[in-house]
Nanobody
Framework: QEQLVESGGDLVQPGGSLRLSCAASGSIFSSDVMAWYRQAPGKQRELVAS???????NYEDSVRGRFTISRDNAKNTMYLEMSILKPEDTAVYLCYAFQAPRFAFWGQGTQVTVSS
């Protein structure tokens, strides 16, 4: 079945680095937009970074310069490389795929905790 599976979440100290992975089936990975969202307790889910099939990338202001989104078509995997992590980055990170005009897919999420 078509699905998105995140991995790489962990407990890390402030200032540390982490790489998240999102493995997708081939049909999902060809989506128009792939993105990382995050949701912290008591807060709304927010868009962290996105990348289109045309290579256009966008970042949320608080992560720009610290996070890097990329996709590897050969491995059907999307990545989020995170550096200079802060406690406010703590959240469940979710993989997302959108196929215009109506289809969207979500992963289960992976926990990232930034704490000393």
């Amino acid at each position: 079945q078509e699905q998105l599976v995140e991995s790489g979440g962990d407990l890390v100290q402030p200032g540390g680095s982490l790489r998240l992975s999102c493995a997708a089936s081939g049909s999902i990975f060809s989506s128009d937009v792939m993105a990382w969202y995050r949701q912290a307790p008591g807060k709304q889910r927010e868009l962290v970074a996105s990348i289109t099939s045309g290579g256009v990338i966008n970042y949320e202001d608080s992560v720009r310069g610290r996070f890097t989104i990329s996709r590897d078509n050969a491995k059907n995997t999307m990545y989020l490389e995170m550096s200079i992590l802060k406690p406010e980055d703590t959240a469940v990170y979710l993989c997302y795929a959108f196929q215009a005009p109506r289809f969207a897919f979500w992963g289960q999420g992976t926990q990232v905790t930034v704490s000393s």
